[in-house]
């Protein structure tokens, strides 16, 4: 009897343990926030990815540095993951400048950095919707500077350069710096957290 219950204890610890090492940043899975993807059609965050793991960053198409490797590093994740094929794992990149980054310049935006779709979602939605996410969430985006671009006024924003890891659930389970992210560590996590 003790034996069993020894091994019982064993494989509890080895399904539970790869999990545990990751704490809860955030917790979103009672949560849902209705925004637009690049296909124009409405879904709700994190709910899109329930019973999968999910690579989020935050992002606005306009970004003439951080924005663009970090849309880079998700792409080269998403590759190195698709490559391994580890199933149920989805890319999701979020827009703070929901002004400018509608649907359609999300679309172009993914088409011109050869984003493979097929598990890579852009999202947009309402100002206040995003604003109240992007507060949930701790990422801060503060209009710096402004340009014209076509008759337009292109805001520029000094904001929080980050990846976040979500678990099936829609929790935060580790944070990484989008622009600088180790390609290696987030795909071990990954693996790691979709066990």
Known sequence: MKKLL???VILLLLFFGC??????VEDLSNESFTLVNQKNETVKFPDLFKGKVAVVGYIFTNCPDICPLTTN??????????????????FVAISFDPEVDTP??????????????SNFTFLTGEKETIETLMKRIGIFAIPNDTTMINEKEIIFYVHTDRISLFDEQGKI?????GSTINIEEITNDIIDLAE
């Open 6 to 8: 020894s091994t019982l």
């Open 19 to 24: 999990k545990s090492k990751f704490g809860v």
């Open 173 to 177: 389970r580790k944070n990484y710096p």
């Open 104 to 117: 359609e310049v999300l679309k172009e935006y993914a088409e011109l950095r050869n984003i493979d779709e």
């Open 73 to 90: 590093n998700l792409r080269l994740i998403q590759k190195e993951i698709n490559e391994q094929k580890i199933k149920n794992i989805e």
